[in-house]
């Protein structure tokens, strides 16, 4: 009986692998052949030239890897991007973010969402873990977009039992759902806004569910240090004592994690990691987080952009650049972070970060089909002398052509097939005046952190 056609074969690129030691390769002159959304193999040499395919993608000269994966963001704010610039935390979030975000819409988080998988799609992120409030609308935009996410319905002690309530509501009705694409987590806000008994009530539910958990800890090293003096524990000693960490649990930022929290995190028996933004920890004069402290004692860290609000950016790839060049500097050792741990942090660290190592991450057989290729014939990315080194510190997201996520192309050569975007940026600048007004006074939360 003949085979039928594969749905997707690209050939003559070069193919981003990866090793059994942690390590990424290249293979040249390769042909990635996709199946019923799922990767069937990756091959050397051209000996299917995509004649029995339905569709064909010939990316002579390009670059096919794994989608980014974006750890951890708030989609929807990137309807605030550049409100809030160059002031402390404090007052980025009591007196401009949390009062604006009083405004906030189901529509506006809509278009903020729609906006937001435009710009990461473009940038070459199929996959993200957001964490925010009317979840709902988000998870109707990744449906309908195509992407992959891990989606999580926040939630603050503030708001009673009934946040905790819908967090889980939210994960149990949209576990699995878009064909597989959208995962779920329970979503605390942070130790600072969510009390003991809700973190602990949080952990049995993920043990009783079989969910994960998505929370902000150790934000910076002035939390950790107030998180001490006032309680005698640091956030992540929070974390431990509620059972959190007996969970699989991902932590955004860690900026604050310090020496006595590593022994903590050694000894978690949940899947635990860190996910790290470092471009807005640059803007907030923050910490790096301390990724090698933290491979030492075995906690993957994936790469993120937290909100746009804070970061202005939804770029995964300047995330990884910036990664690789902050760890030189804090560690003080050129050697670490080097081009080649940068993008298996982009990748598979970040897949595994978000409870997807399994399915996503890898250019390999049996995983799904979230595949990016880039063009490097740019002259900001020639001559290439080490292919690693020109991935993360010469290319841009903008070199991206083609996006495909479960094996559907989601941008073919740079355009957009699955959003309107010029559609979604006018209603957005219509509506800007109502979201922006602060005469109200209110916020939806206090920051003491």
């Known amino acids: ?35 019923n959304g799922v990767i069937e193999a990756v091959r050397a040499g051209r000996a299917d030239d995509g004649r029995e ?14 989608g980014l994966v974006n750890c951890h963001t708030h989609s929807p704010m990137v309807a605030l991007r550049g409100i809030a610039e160059d002031v402390p935390v404090e007052e980025w979030f009591n007196d401009l973010i949390w009062p604006i975000e009083s405004n906030l819409t189901p529509r506006d988080v809509e278009l903020g969402a729609r906006l937001a998988c435009a710009e990461m799609i473009r940038g070459g992120v199929t996959c993200f873990a957001d964490h925010y409030f009317s ?13 992959r996410a891990h989606l999580g319905e926040a939630y603050f002690s503030s708001q009673g039992p009934r946040g905790r309530e819908k967090s889980l509501e939210f994960a149990l009705r949209h576990r699995d759902s878009a064909d597989g694409r959208i995962t779920t987590a329970l979503a605390p806000h942070a130790p600072y806004t969510v009390d003991d008994t809700d973190l ?33 524990r640091t956030p992540i000693e929070a974390l ?29 028996t949940g899947r635990v990691a860190v996910a790290t933004a470092p471009r807005g920890y640059l803007k907030f004069a923050w910490s790096p987080t301390p990724v090698r402290a933290l491979r030492d004692v075995g906690i993957p860290v994936g790469l993120a952009t937290d909100g746009a609000a804070s970061n202005n950016s939804l770029d995964v790839w300047e995330s990884m650049a910036l990664t690789a060049l902050v760890q030189k500097e804090a560690e003080g050792d050129p050697r670490w972070l080097t081009a080649r741990q940068a993008l298996h942090h982009a990748t598979l660290q970040s897949a595994r970060a978000v409870g997807l190592g399994e399915r ?13 290729l880039v063009d490097l014939s740019g002259p900001h990315t020639q001559p290439v002398h080490d292919l690693a080194a020109t991935l993360v510190h010469s290319a841009r997201s903008a070199d991206v052509r083609t996006t495909i996520v479960d094996g559907r192309v989601l941008m073919r050569d740079r355009e957009l097939l699955t959003l309107d975007l ?4 006018r ?14 006074g209110q916020r939806i939360q206090d920051y003491e952190g």
């Open 422 to 425: 010029p559609s979604v940026v």
């Open 135 to 147: 979840m709902d609308t988000v998870a109707a935009v990744v449906a309908d977009c195509g992407l």
């Open 200 to 232: 602990a009530a949080t952990a049995e539910l993920a043990r009783a569910h079989g969910l994960p958990v998505h929370i902000h800890a150790a934000e910076s090293r002035e939390q950790t240090d107030n998180s001490v003096a006032r309680l005698g």
């Open 53 to 66: 395919a339905v569709e064909h993608i010939d990316a002579q000269g390009g670059l096919a890897m794994p």
């Open 360 to 372: 996503i991450g890898s250019l390999a057989p049996g995983h799904r089909a979230d595949i990016v």
């Open 240 to 268: 431990e004592r509620a059972g959190l960490l007996d969970t699989d649990l991902l932590i955004a930022h860690g900026t604050g994690i310090i020496e006595r929290d590593l022994p903590v995190l050694r000894r978690a």
């Open 427 to 440: 209603e957005l600048e219509e509506r800007m005046p109502a979201l922006l007004d602060r005469s109200h």
């Open 1 to 35: 009986m003949t085979e039928s056609p594969a749905d997707l074969v690209i050939t003559r690129c070069t193919a981003l692998v990866h090793g059994d030691q942690e390590e990424v390769r290249f293979l040249e002159d390769a042909t990635v052949v996709v199946r």
